[in-house]
């Protein structure tokens, strides 16, 4: 490919949203190896933790920004609408900054590193926007400018903090890497309109995230049933392996928000809806693919690949359909679900996480032995699909559903287990 067709294809196709997406979280990732390198383990420990608390405040709402935003193409197209998105998207995250600071001084880290978490937990509400908003930036032109402001934050100013062997400059200069798409739209607006705006995002987002956290919330009872039965070791293998389906959930996610906010600018819901799943639909097959390759190479020993097939003691038949599961379930519910959905899918997500929740506490073996750590909330997923009830994409998640359904039956016919 010619650069200046791989340049144009950054610039203007839902690759240069995904390749946005995804690259502060490599650059963070790198950023944390250079601080495990140059400092102590204790100074990795202490990222780790302000990341993880800064996490907590902004997870009931965080999901559900960018499908929200990307549906209002219209709105961003004039310069009050972005303005008045960022100034909203302000507002919320000094609500999570306000919170997460009020919750650490009192109960939590205080002090500096209270304050840290907090500005990280406002950085992080701030950056679950940017699948919606580099699509803008691309129509606008403003692509390459956006992508260097960011590149200032991570890897440069991470970096250099790194090197320095201090965690809480390191957590700064990484949330501000993910946030600044969305500081980048902040211009003067009335703070009463971006209030009333802050709250109709919050009022539609938190349905989307409440069915995201429904999957998430059974993974540490997983993890714990499963460290118990199998151990550390291939516990460790597997989430390694789980890590890259994250990786291309996130990238499913950013395609799915540039094709929604291609297609929703013109039309209803129900007829965009089906433009931006034709959209969507070719670069999803392509990560499943990609999953498919991941897995041969944990779980199949190939001559010419060293370490490969490495971690096949730990890799059940059915990971190779779990792996497939985030990228298409997760964008399927929050991305192409319409008005009715939002009221079923909160619903049918936290009873499909109790009853899996349920069946890990009670009878976890089974779960353990053929679907690993991620697998129960692959299948809390799957299950919530049968809660998308708008038309048309009603029978295209019934449909998907079973498609999972007959895969993973499939998989327990022909292939074994962990063995404990």
Not at 6 to 17: N, W
Not at 145 to 154: G, I, K, P, Q
Not at 339 to 352: A, I
Request: include cysteine.
């Amino acid at each position: 490919m010619k650069l200046s067709s791989l340049l144009r294809a950054l610039m203007h196709g839902g690759t240069g949203v995904a390749f946005a997406v995804l690259l502060p979280r490599a650059l963070s990732l790198a950023a944390q190896w250079v601080l495990a390198l140059s400092a102590r383990p204790a100074a990795l420990a202490a990222l780790a933790n302000y990341m993880s608390r800064g996490l907590v405040v902004v997870s009931l709402v965080a999901a559900g920004l960018s499908p929200i935003l990307a549906r209002r193409t219209r709105a961003l197209a004039t310069r009050t609408g972005r303005a008045l998105a960022g100034s909203a998207l302000a507002m919320i995250a000094a609500i999570a900054f306000s919170s997460t600071l009020a919750h650490e001084l009192a109960f939590g880290l205080g002090g500096t590193a209270g304050l840290v978490t907090a500005f990280f937990s406002a950085c992080t509400l701030l950056s679950a926007a940017s699948p919606s908003i580099w699509p803008l930036f691309q129509r606008e032109g403003r692509y390459l400018r956006s992508l260097a402001a960011l590149l200032v934050f991570s890897p440069g100013a991470s970096m250099l903090a790194a090197l320095s062997g201090r965690p809480g400059a390191v957590a700064t200069a990484i949330g501000l890497a993910g946030a600044s798409p969305a500081l980048l739209l902040l211009r003067p607006t009335r703070l009463r309109r971006a209030a009333r705006y802050a709250m109709l995002i919050i009022r539609r987002a938190v349905p989307y995230s409440i069915a995201n956290f429904a999957t998430v919330v059974v993974y540490p009872i997983s993890l714990s049933a499963n460290l118990k039965i199998i151990g550390e070791h291939r516990v460790g293998q597997q989430v390694l392996f789980w890590s890259f389906a994250v990786a291309l959930s996130n990238a499913s996610q950013a395609f799915a928000a540039r094709a929604v906010a291609g297609a929703s600018a013109s039309g209803d819901e129900a007829t965009w809806h089906m433009r931006a799943l034709r959209a969507w639909l070719p670069p999803a097959i392509a990560l499943t693919a990609v999953g498919a390759l991941i897995y041969a190479v944990f779980a199949i020993p190939i001559p010419w690949l060293p370490h490969s097939g490495s971690a096949r003691d730990a890799m059940t038949a059915t990971m190779l359909v779990s792996v497939a599961g985030p990228h298409i379930t997760d964008t399927l519910c929050v991305y192409f679900s319409g008005p009715r959905s939002r009221r079923t899918l909160p619903v049918g997500s936290v009873l499909s996480s109790a009853c899996m929740a349920g069946c890990l506490l009670v009878t976890p073996a089974p779960l353990v032995r053929h679907f690993g750590v991620f697998g129960p909330s692959v299948l809390v997923g799957v299950a919530r699909l049968a809660f998308v009830i708008d038309a048309p994409m009603r029978r295209y998640a019934l449909g998907a559903m079973f498609l999972f359904i007959a895969a993973f039956a499939a998989t327990l016919a022909v292939g074994p287990g962990v063995s404990f």
